[in-house]
C-alpha cells in the first residue's frame, strides 16, 4: 500500500470548516488506501508563543477531533510530533541543505510574519523545512492538504531530490494530494482571503456553539447582488458558502444552484447553517467522549508514536549514514 502522512496544528484548540473540508476529510478516506501516518504537529505549533497549560490541552482536543472526524488509530499511525524525536533530528539535516534565498520565498511565511504583532522567530522561518522531515521521514507517496500548502511541498521535494543527488537515493519524493473543489475555504468576512486559525474574524470552529456558528454564516459578507450564482470572481463569498454547502451535503454545486433559483442569499445562509449544525453535533459529541478519558486518549496517542517512531527511526539511521555520522557503537 502507498504511503500518506499529514499533520495539523494544535495552535487553536478547534479545527475550523477549511482544515476540515481541506484537508482531514481527505486523511479519512486515504485510510481506506494507504498505510497512513497523521499527526498534531506540536512542534510547530511553537513557531507562535504557546501557553504550556493551552499547549498541552489543545494538543490533547486536536487529536480527539481527529478520531472524533474518522481518523482510526487500529488503521493509521495517529501521534503527536514531539513523541517522535525523527522528526527534529531531520529537520536540521534539511535546514542544512536548504538555501536563505530559497527559504525566503516561502509566501506563507511573507504573510504570517507581517500579521504577527510580537516579535517573528526564526522557527517561522523556518518550519516549512521541519515540515519537508515530517514528510520525507515516512517516505510518504502523497500528502493531503490544502492549497495553501502546494509551495511547502514544492519545497519538499527539492530537498529531497537535493539530498538524493548529492549522498544516494534516500528519500522518496512526494506528491501534494489537493482536491480541487475544497482546496481552499474562505474566510467568511473576508472571502478573499482563506479561512485560517491564525486569524479568527470569519472563521467557523467545529468546537464552538453550533449557533454561533449558524450566526457566523448568516452574517458572512456577500455581494449586493441577489442572484445565487456560482461565481468565485465576481460573487466570491455566495461561492465559498456553495462550495461548502455542497461538501457538507455531497450534492453538486449546479444542483444547488438550481434549488436556490428566486430563493435569496439569506435562505441559502439559513439553510447552510442547519447543515453545518447537523453536521457538527454528533462530531462535537464525539469529541467530547475523547476527552473524558485523557488515559485512554493518551495510550492511543502513545500507540500511534510507537508505530511513527519504527518507520522514522530506519529513514533517519539511513541519512546519518549517508552523510557520514559515525555509527553508536
Ligand atoms: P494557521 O493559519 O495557523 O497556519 P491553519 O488554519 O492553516 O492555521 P494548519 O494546521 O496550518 O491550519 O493546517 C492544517 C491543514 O488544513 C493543512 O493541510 C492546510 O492546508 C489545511 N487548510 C488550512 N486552512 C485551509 C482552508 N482555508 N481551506 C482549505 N484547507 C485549509
Ligand atoms: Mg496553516
Known sequence: RPRVLSGIQPTAGSFHLGNYLGAIR???????????????????????????????QNTRVSAAQLLALGIDPDRSALFVQSHVPEHAQLGWVLQCLTGFGEASRMTQFKDKSTRQEAGVGVGLFTYPILQAADILLYQAHHVPVGEDQRQHLELTRDLAQRFNTRYGKTFRLPEPYIVKDTAKIYDLQDPTSKMSKSVPAGVVELL??????????????????????????????????????????????ESLVADYDGKGYGDLKKDLGEVFTDFVTPV??????????????????????????????????????RIGFLPTG
Open 26 to 56: 481527505q486523511w479519512v478516506a486515504l485510510q481506506e488506501t494507504h498505510d497512513a501516518f497523521y499527526c498534531v504537529v506540536d512542534l510547530h505549533a511553537i513557531t507562535v508563543e504557546q501557553d504550556p497549560k493551552v499547549l498541552r
Open 208 to 253: 464552538e456553539d453550533p449557533k454561533r456558528s449558524a450566526k457566523k454564516i448568516r452574517s458572512a459578507v456577500t455581494d449586493t447582488g441577489r442572484e445565487i450564482v456560482y461565481d468565485p470572481e465576481n460573487k466570491a463569498g455566495v461561492s465559498n458558502l456553495l462550495v461548502i454547502y455542497s461538501a457538507l451535503t455531497g450534492r453538486s454545486v
Open 284 to 321: 462535537r459529541a464525539r469529541v467530547a467522549e475523547y476527552l473524558d478519558d485523557t488515559a485512554e486518549l493518551d495510550k492511543v496517542l502513545a500507540r500511534g508514536a510507537e508505530r511513527a517512531r519504527s518507520v522514522a527511526a530506519k529513514t533517519l539511521s539511513r541519512t546519518y549514514d
